[in-house]
């Protein structure tokens, strides 16, 4: 389980993310408070993470990254808006995680064969998987 520092980067990160189209829609706030929730972060201090970041913290595992890129998919496609700067971000977000380029292009573009664009868990972990052997 990751560190209460890594909980607030975690989250910090996907708001960031969020605001990158200068505006967090109400879809998007309710599944980071789920993920805050989820990690046991209270509503107080998962608040303040709009006003102020919290350290970064790239996650310490190869499957804590993948979980966070897939976070990250998530909220991009919450609001069934896909905007190329948040494809761009994501992708950048992905590479500075050490996550491999060919894994992250490969999700990006069959995200668009799924419902929602929502990659199953274990598709994801499938592409991935097929990246490190």
């Known amino acids: 389980m990751s560190s209460y520092e890594e909980k607030l980067s975690i989250l910090s990160e996907m708001i960031s993310f969020a605001k990158v ?3 967090v829609k109400e879809s998007e706030y ?8 989820h990690l046991g972060v209270d ?17 310490k595992s190869q499957a804590d990254r993948i979980l966070q890129f897939h976070r990250l998919v998530l909220l991009m496609n919450v609001d069934a808006v ?3 700067i ?4 994501l992708h950048n977000i992905g ?17 668009h064969e799924y419902p929602n664009n929502v990659v ?5 972990i499938d592409i991935f998987k097929a990246h490190y052997n």
């Open 95 to 111: 590479l500075g995680m050490g996550l491999p380029p060919s894994a992250i292009e490969q999700v990006l573009s069959i995200m």
């Open 21 to 23: 189209d200068n505006t």
């Open 82 to 84: 896909q905007e190329e």
């Open 30 to 37: 309710n599944l980071l408070l789920g993920v805050a929730t």
């Open 86 to 89: 948040e494809i761009g971000r």
């Open 120 to 124: 199953p868990p274990t598709v994801l």
């Open 43 to 59: 509503r107080n201090t998962f608040d303040s993470l709009f006003e102020k970041e919290a350290k970064h913290v790239i996650p």
